[in-house]
């Protein structure tokens, strides 16, 4: 186990959340998105995945199965996915002897493990994206204490239209607010459906609850990311979306989120100066 007296999250420069209030939403895959659009404007970015009960970012980012060094210190280097390395990854779902093994862990052992991932990868990026377990459970409040010290820009909160996911997003709002997490925006994931055909946009769940709930609450609204039979391929195939459909609706509004992002990380910087 990592040194208590080991620092968090040591060679990152920005630190970004992915939070949910329910699975099912597309939270992994819009880290990706973001991960990836972030290294396509030229950064270097890190993706660190602590969703120990469901660690699907490996695959989505076409790295299962690929084994993990250390350094001689001992600490976990990042697994590479591009030829420049400018996007890493580490995950619980290096360390499992399969991919069809299940973490079946209490709360002290998982918050160990997320301590250990937070203390002892030897990252050098620009960004990192951590993406988190839906909810607001012991996983979540293990790392919100752990990074209270790290240079963290906050959090990007994951919905889907449906007020039933809206109303969940709600409760995450809450969540940060009680352990003074930034929120940098909204995601409104599957809002509506591209057909692969004709290309038209159809709102075949509803519409426009992450945008509203933006609004009432204050904050900033990043997106409506549509489904796209295409994207879904991409991450079952661990294909890099942003960079294989430059010019796709979808990569032009991740590439949007991602200035709006960036934007606000520049201004604290002057403020800071």
């Known amino acids: 186990m990592a040194n208590q007296a080991e620092p968090v999250l040591a060679g990152v420069g920005h630190t970004i959340l992915v939070l949910s209030g329910k699975g099912g939403v597309g939270k992994s895959t819009a880290t990706v998105q973001l991960a990836a659009t972030l290294r396509a404007k030229g950064h270097s970015v890190g993706v660190l995945d602590i969703d120990l009960c469901g660690p699907s970012i490996p695959r989505m980012l076409g790295a299962e199965g690929r084994d993990v060094l250390t350094t001689p210190e001992g600490k976990w280097i990042p697994v590479t996915i591009d030829e420049e390395k400018r996007l890493s990854v580490i995950s619980i779902a290096f360390f499992l002897d399969s991919k069809s093994d299940a973490i079946i862990w209490r ?8 301590k250990q991932l937070l203390t002892s990868v030897a990252w050098n990026v620009d960004y990192l994206i951590i993406d988190t377990p839906p909810g607001t459970s012991d996983e979540h409040i293990s790392l919100m204490e752990n990074i209270r010290e790290a240079p963290v820009m906050g959090a990007v909160l994951i919905t889907t239209p449906q007020m039933v996911a809206v109303d969940d997003v709600t409760r995450e709002l809450t969540f940060c607010k009680r352990t003074g997490i930034n929120v940098l925006g909204i995601i409104e994931n599957m809002s ?6 004709c290309s038209e946009c159809s709102n075949i769940l509803a519409s426009g609850g992450g945008q509203q709930l933006a609004e009432k609450s204050g904050i900033t609204f990043l997106g409506s990311i549509p489904i796209d039979p295409t994207l ?3 991450t079952e195939e661990g294909l890099n979306y942003i960079d294989k459909f430059a010019n796709s609706p979808i990569s032009q509004i991740y590439h949007t989120i991602v200035t709006k992002l960036t934007r606000q990380t520049d201004e604290e910087m002057e403020v800071e100066k």
């Open 107 to 114: 709360g002290p052992k998982k918050n160990a493990m997320i």
């Open 192 to 197: 509506g459906f591209i057909c692969p055909t």
């Open 232 to 234: 879904s391929r991409c």
